[in-house]
């Protein structure tokens, strides 16, 4: 076996920051690591983006393998060479778009997780239907969701944002329809992150989805019918989160730290119809709040 060293830190996205990523280059730079030194990243999105973030700072820049264990990450994080960690509380806040020298998949770590978790991961999958594909997103199942040929899923989940990304790599344009539902969703996220009612990835992305089907419907075309599609669906896999009213204001605002914003526009990726999404759509803090509010009214 060749020479190699191990290193491993507590789950969650509330150790994706600045302080576990200073443990991990102390150890890099402790076991000796050179320009020519190897990060295999195995474990989750967290493991692939802040390995991947840390190899990539490294002394400039260093090699990295990623093998993602969630469904999420295989479906996600995967493809497209975005490495981050959250700062102060903003989700993804600090980054770098570096590709991996190869991505290892396997379905066979998808036995291994909690329930939670891959209903966490099929959020995405779901949202690759709807900003891309109405027929793979019609064919997901409802029902009896997990017992899935999930190979299959994952293959046609990574050939869409494959095609997306192949074609803005920098997420100047195209790319940003991948964020649709993650505007208002990375919000939630972050507002419950370290409270009681804490979030997993895909329970944020799925919430957020559905406010942001609202505002689909207002502004970007999307009609009532398909509308009440996507909330059914989803809210039948997800549920819903409670959120309060004094909660939104706080929600709003963390909305307005979006990597897609310009200046103090606040820009969403929103469906035009399922199977089709638009970007760079201007909604003003006032019409986020109303989705938030017309989300609340579900529950």
């Known amino acids: 076996m ?9 789950a ?3 150790h994706k ?10 150890w890099m730079t402790n076991e ?3 320009r020519k030194s190897l990060i295999i990243n195995l474990g989750g999105g967290v493991v692939g983006d802040m390995g991947g973030f840390c190899a990539a700072t490294y002394k400039r820049g260093i090699r990295f393998i990623n093998v993602p264990t ?3 990450s295989q479906v996600d994080a995967s493809v497209g060479g975005k490495l981050g960690i959250d700062f102060q509380g903003y989700k993804n806040h600090i980054g770098v778009f570096t590709e991996p020298e190869t991505v290892v998949v396997s379905d066979v770590f998808l036995k291994t997780l909690a329930p939670e978790e891959l209903r966490s991961g099929y959020a995405e999958v ?11 997103f019609q064919s997901l199942k409802i029902a ?3 017992s899935q040929e999930w190979r299959t899923i994952i293959e046609k989940s990574v050939s869409i944002k494959r095609d ?3 074609k803005d790599p920098k997420e100047s344009g195209l790319r940003k329809i991948l964020n649709y539902g993650h505007t208002i969703g990375h919000a939630f996220e972050s507002f419950y992150l370290d409270g009681p009612k804490h979030l997993l990835h895909g329970e944020a992305i799925a919430a957020g989805m559905i406010a942001e089907a609202f505002l689909s419907h207002q502004k970007a075309g999307l009609s009532l019918e398909e509308l009440q599609a996507i909330i059914d669906r989803l809210k039948t896999i997800f549920g819903l989160i409670l959120v309060e009213e004094q909660e939104i204001d706080e929600i709003v605002a963390l909305c307005k730290q979006d990597k897609k914003n310009v200046g103090s526009s606040v820009r969403f990726s929103l469906l035009r119809k399922i199977g089709a999404c638009d970007y760079d759509i201007a909604v003003s803090s006032e019409e986020i709040k109303e989705a938030i509010t017309s989300y609340r009214s579900l529950v």
């Open 126 to 136: 779901l949202k690759h239907g709807l900003i891309a594909n109405s027929n793979y």
């Open 32 to 34: 000796g690591f050179d």
């Open 144 to 146: 009896d969701w997990e």
């Open 12 to 14: 969650g996205e509330t």
């Open 2 to 10: 060749p020479t190699h060293a191990l290193i491993s830190f507590q």
């Open 70 to 72: 969630t469904l999420l």
């Open 17 to 26: 920051n600045l302080e576990t990523c200073t443990k991990i280059w102390e």
């Open 164 to 166: 997306v990304v192949e």
